[in-house]
């Protein structure tokens, strides 16, 4: 069965006149008998009902129809969602980021972006590096936001911008009127920080081991803002990225000297996977906002 057969089903159906059909169809008559016929014994039934001359839509036909009307439109929605995909300035995005990345860096991003692309919207998903390189290979994000981490080809990662690191102590701690300190200042606190196999995780223990240090882990944790919430309580330290949420009344943040501390934020996507024309917008957006 082809669409075309469809088209002509319907026209004649509409006029009920085989002559004036294929006038309007501008075929031949013999073309439209023979369509017909083709799509009437592909379908087991007889659509018209012949009188003489005359043609009639038959209870077969109108049944019929009914569902090839409903697939007509169907059909011109998807050509209508089509057009609007291939657009940049409609569509959807999939995008995935870090959780730290959303109380101010992701909402001022999307904000700016929808400036210049107000019809455009997103489907977010906030997840660790990891899990979010796992729903991009399974082609469940677009884009994503995460730390810098191992990537194998088709995924393309890009580097963004660079969060520096700081010991956060609370603010009753001997350390917290400092200015600065070295990680060796920090050697035997009880350390609290996200559980093995984060991304933060991996470059905080980067940081120690390029000074000798291993950490004395306190708590291993889920969640940043839990993190700081144990350090509020003095219950150990973290080294962690600036937030504006952290609470300046119970922790303090210290910047760390002779050791660069620092995590690396980009942005990764699939180079094999046709992107709709609004990522495409927004990954180019994105690579010059952080400049």
């Not at 070295?182 to 050697?187: G, K, R, S, Y």
Request: aromatic share 10%; hydrophobic share 40%; with cysteine.
């Amino acid at each position: 069965m082809e669409w075309q057969q469809l088209h002509y089903f319907s026209t004649l159906a509409k006029i009920q006149h085989m002559t004036r059909a294929a006038e309007e169809l501008s075929i031949s008559q013999p073309a439209l008998s023979r369509s017909i016929a083709r799509l009437e014994e592909e379908l087991g039934v007889p659509l018209f009902d012949r009188h003489g001359r005359g043609i009639y839509l038959n209870h077969f036909g109108q049944s019929f129809l009914k569902r090839v009307k409903t697939m007509r439109l169907e059909y011109d929605r998807a050509i209508l969602e089509l057009q609007e995909l291939n657009n940049p300035d409609y569509g959807m995005i999939s995008l995935g980021f870090l959780h730290t990345l959303g109380t101010n860096v992701v909402p001022d991003l999307l904000r700016d972006f929808g400036k210049r692309f107000p019809h455009v919207h997103f489907k977010l998903t906030q997840n660790y590096s990891y899990d979010q390189l796992k729903l991009l290979q399974a082609g469940e994000l677009d884009v994503c936001l995460l730390a810098a981490i191992d990537t194998e080809p088709p995924v393309v990662w890009q580097e963004l911008w660079r969060d520096e690191l700081f010991i956060m102590v609370p603010s009753d701690h001997p350390l917290a009127a400092r200015t600065s300190v070295t990680l060796h200042d920090v050697a035997d606190e009880p350390f609290i920080h996200l559980k093995e196999g984060y991304a933060l995780r991996k470059n905080v223990e980067r940081c120690f081991g390029e000074c000798g240090i291993t950490p004395h882990w306190a708590y291993e944790l889920d969640e940043v803002s839990t993190i700081a919430g144990f350090v509020a309580a003095g219950l150990g330290i973290t080294l962690l990225p600036h937030d504006d949420n952290y609470n300046p009344e119970r922790v303090v943040l210290l910047p760390v000297k002779n050791t660069v501390c620092e995590r690396i934020i980009g942005m990764a996507w699939l180079n094999h996977k046709t992107a709709l024309p609004a990522a495409t917008e927004f990954k180019k957006f994105a690579s010059t906002y952080f400049q």
